[in-house]
């Protein structure tokens, strides 16, 4: 949603861009933490790949597995990523690490700061209105419950796999959410009593919830 506001705002076209939560997302969902090769690409045409760069850090190239507790067995290796040299074709041909939270910052800076345009927070979608040159979107204000009634030429529904706009659509959200494998990302240091054994601290990207511990 954020990229889109930002592109349109690029091209000339005025946005408004609204959120149910009162503040914002503090860390990282579903696959928000990679950045994809297309991505970057987008973001060089939008002008803001410099910040997103500097806060991006290469995913691993392996991960180990060691079993919890502690088996004494080697950990297995699996190859994460395999790198491969950027072309003229695909001049960012490897995909890259940022938090989502830190990802929507960026964006949402380069929008203020260019445009002076801020996410309404606490702004719930409740229901539009589709006719032949616009449509009436129906937001409440959480704040106050006062309800608002806002025509646009378009409607962007960014908002989820719950998306109310899909609902209201009656598209269809194909897909199923797997039961044998439970997984939580995060950037964790472990400082003291090493989980490797062989340094002080330890930086894990990954931790599985399988009876088995995912270093990289």
Same mark, same amino acid.
């Given at each position: ?10 091209? *000339?076209?005025? =946005?408004?861009?609204?959120?149910? +939560?009162?503040? &914002? ?9 990679? @950045? ?79 445009? *002076?345009?801020? =996410?309404?927070?606490?702004?719930? +979608?409740?229901? &539009? ?9 129906? @937001? ?77």
């Amino acid at each position: 949603g954020l990229s889109a506001a930002l592109l349109l705002l690029r091209n *000339g076209l005025s =946005v408004r861009i609204i959120e149910k +939560l009162p503040q &914002f997302h503090p860390g990282d969902r579903g696959a928000g933490i990679m @950045v994809r090769c297309r991505t970057l690409e987008l973001y060089k045409v939008l002008g803001i790949l410099p910040d997103i760069l500097k806060q991006c850090t290469m995913p691993p190239d392996y991960i180990s597995y060691r079993s919890s507790p502690d088996d004494g067995k080697p950990p297995r290796l699996s190859l994460l990523f395999e790198k491969m040299e950027n072309t003229p074709a695909r001049p960012f041909h490897n995909p890259l690490f940022l938090g989502q939270n830190i990802h929507e910052r960026i964006l949402r800076e380069h929008i203020f700061a260019d445009y *002076g345009v801020q =996410v309404e927070l606490g702004t719930e +979608l409740r229901s &539009f209105e589709q006719h032949a040159d616009h449509v009436v979107a129906h @937001v409440v204000k959480a704040a106050d419950l006062k309800e608002e009634d806002i025509k646009v030429d378009w409607l962007i529904g960014a908002d989820g796999a719950r998306s109310i706009v899909r609902k209201q659509l009656g598209l269809t959200f194909v897909g199923e959410s797997p039961t044998e494998m439970e997984a939580i990302l995060g950037d964790m240091h472990i400082v003291g009593d090493s989980i490797k054994g062989d340094s002080d601290e330890v930086r894990t990207t990954f931790f599985v919830a399988l009876h088995e511990l995912i270093l990289s």
